[in-house]
């Protein structure tokens, strides 16, 4: 049994260099470069910390090139770290034990593992045979995706004749059949439309919540995070840059909260409350230092003739970018002053 | 055991399922698989008949029952995985296969396997065609025909885990072409593919018995004919063996540092 006290995902000083080929642009240099590779070290994940308990869904946040991609394929067992250390259910991923295998799943929203040409079912049937489902549990797994998944009428068609978004359902199924007790998600939503992503959003969080499954997701569209993610983990630059709430992540890096009030009074002036951001009929946008709030709020409900007022975070994508246009502010600083 | 049986069958029946959904690209194939040893035939023939009836021992009839049974062996022992590890890894469809709970090559053997089960049926009767075309003559002892099941199954065997050996290629290069290119050109020769080795100068039949390709293609094509005595096959059947052994061992490491390698610089 597996113990449900100890971490489902342990990571420690996980580290991941690559050495990549570098040369000028131009046939002289390519010439150049024939005879003498220039070779560069790039840190693709420089020390990354961090536990993920049984049954938690964590989402990893970060521009492209942070280094999300290169984590999970190092929780995965596809790539070697250069140096820490990782346990996956007990497991060290690297050496792909087919007890682990059996145990996890990777799903890559840009690649896929369906046959082309034939029906999904015929994939389905060929990963029961390789993961070795009892027919029964097979069976009880395969009805509940379909369900879940609303697959019924895209099973029996070949992979290429199915829209990008019908396709990722299949892929999603495929790479559940064999009820993995850890899912790495990496970016399972991309290139589809609203509907779509939100149906898989809608699907993760149901089969987590029947499962009890460990899911680490990767993803650009905040509405993924937002909807399934409690926790997230910042990346940039290969290091963890936030590891907490998402509640918490949008207090501790937006200084600002939005107000918006509706006012029957179109002339009135409110340079004196805040940073208008956006003033429409009836409507203005205020952006408020967050320690100042309370006060620009009874103000504003004292002197004006207000109908409505509310307060909000920023967007989540207005936070993170924050977060990232910081961090990077910081790190020339710290150039400059050495 | 049961597990490995198991997955074989259900790779038959996807790949053998998606095949026939090609039957054009099948049919061009098959014109390929046919019409290259039936061009060196006519070659050979025409030399043979303009040269007083036979080269080197082998007259028209000879050269055509050779380049028949040469043209069954080839299919049966070919394998095209140089080609597609390249592709394979150049549109990054090796990691979901590294991360299945087997090992990858059993897809490709069942997939192999599978191809040559959908051309049989058409291939076969088209070698009997031409051998009554053009005349083929051989007549193997029954032992000889006994031995060519072991002797095919082993050149099929060593055959497949030496070019998936050299495909592996793909994992310090993702340009292939080159290695696949080269290997190619070496076996059409070596493994008799041109001529009958009996032919080719003693410096190529030597280094035909060295490597691989000999033992291959050539050897099980010979035993067929019954053009050897129940020595020589023996013989020829240890050599199998033994690289199969090596081809195995060769197999295993490669594979072991190449995907070290793969998962080391970045998958």
């Known amino acids: 049994m597996q113990d449900t006290l100890s971490p489902a995902v342990r990571v420690r000083e996980l580290r991941k260099l690559y050495s990549v080929h570098e040369r000028e642009a131009g046939a002289l240099a390519a010439v150049k470069s024939l005879a003498r590779r220039q070779t560069r070290e790039v840190t693709a994940v420089g020390g990354l910390s961090f536990d993920v308990a049984p049954g938690e869904i964590i989402g990893f946040l970060g521009s492209n090139g942070a280094g999300k991609t290169t984590t999970l394929k190092m929780l995965s067992g596809l790539l070697y770290p250069t140096s820490g250390e990782i346990g996956v259910l007990g497991h060290t991923p690297s050496r792909r034990e087919r007890a682990f295998l059996r145990r996890i799943t990777l799903v890559m929203g840009n690649r896929n593992q369906l046959g082309w040409d034939i029906p999904a079912l015929d994939s389905f049937e060929l990963n029961r045979v390789i993961y070795r489902i009892p027919p029964d549990q097979y069976k ?57 992503q939100r149906r898989i959003r809608a699907f993760i969080a149901e089969y987590n919540r029947r499962h009890g499954a460990t899911v680490l997701l990767t993803s650009h569209y905040m509405a993924d995070m937002a909807a399934l993610c409690k926790r997230v983990v910042v990346i940039h630059h290969g290091q963890l840059l936030f590891d907490g709430d998402l509640a918490a992540l949008v207090g501790r890096f937006s200084p600002h909260k939005t107000v918006i009030i509706e006012l029957a009074d179109d002339g009135v002036d409110l340079r004196g409350y805040g940073e208008i951001v956006a003033r429409e009929e009836g409507r203005a946008t205020l952006r408020v230092p967050k320690g100042e709030t309370a006060a620009v709020t009874a103000r504003l409900l004292a002197d004006l003739p207000i109908s409505d007022l509310t307060v909000e975070d920023p967007p989540i994508e207005e936070v993170i970018e924050q977060v990232f246009a910081q961090e990077a502010a910081e790190s020339t600083g710290a150039t400059a002053a050495v | 055991m049961n597990t490995l049986l198991a997955v074989y069958h259900a790779n038959f029946r996807v790949t053998i399922a998606t095949q026939l959904q090609y039957r054009a690209s099948l049919a061009i194939w098959l014109l390929g698989t046919v019409l290259e040893p039936t061009i060196y035939l006519v070659v050979w023939r025409t030399i043979a008949q303009s040269g007083g009836g036979a080269v080197g021992g082998y007259s028209a009839a000879d050269f055509a029952a050779y380049f028949l049974i040469l043209m069954i062996v080839n299919h049966l022992t070919f394998s095209w995985i140089m080609w597609e590890y390249e592709y394979r890894i150049r549109q990054g469809q090796f990691s979901p296969l590294l991360l299945r709970p087997i090992h990858p090559i059993h897809k490709d053997i069942a997939d192999n396997i599978a191809y040559k089960l959908v051309i049989l049926p058409v291939l076969l009767p088209a070698a009997a065609l031409l051998a009554i075309t053009f005349g083929a003559d051989f007549n193997p002892a029954p032992w000889a025909l006994l031995a060519f099941v072991p002797a095919l199954l082993l050149a099929f065997l060593v055959r497949f885990l030496t070019e998936w050996t050299l495909a592996t290629s793909a994992f310090w290069t993702t340009r292939t072409g080159a290695v696949n290119q080269m290997y190619f050109v070496v076996s059409l020769f070596l493994s008799g593919q041109v001529a009958p080795l009996d032919l080719l100068p003693a410096p190529i039949r030597i280094a035909a018995a060295i490597l691989p390709f000999r033992w291959t293609v050539y050897f099980p094509v010979e035993l067929a004919l019954g053009r050897l005595t129940p020595q020589e096959t023996l013989l020829g059947l240890a050599a199998q063996a033994g690289w199969l052994v090596v081809s195995l061992l060769l197999f295993r490491t490669v594979w072991h540092i190449g995907v070290q390698r793969y998962s080391g610089v970045g998958a």
Do not use: Y
């Not at chain 1, 004749?161 to 495929?174: F, Q």
């Not at chain 1, 007790?181 to 609203?194: H, K, M, S, Y």
């Open chain 1, 140 to 196: 009880r797994t395969l009805d509940e995706l379909i369900e879940l998944l609303d697959l019924d009428a895209l099973i029996r068609k070949p992979v290429r004749n199915l829209s990008l978004g019908e396709r990722m359902k299949c892929e999603v199924a495929a790479a559940l059949l064999h009820q993995p007790q850890v899912l790495f998600l990496d970016e399972p939503t991309i290139g589809l439309d609203v509907t779509m």
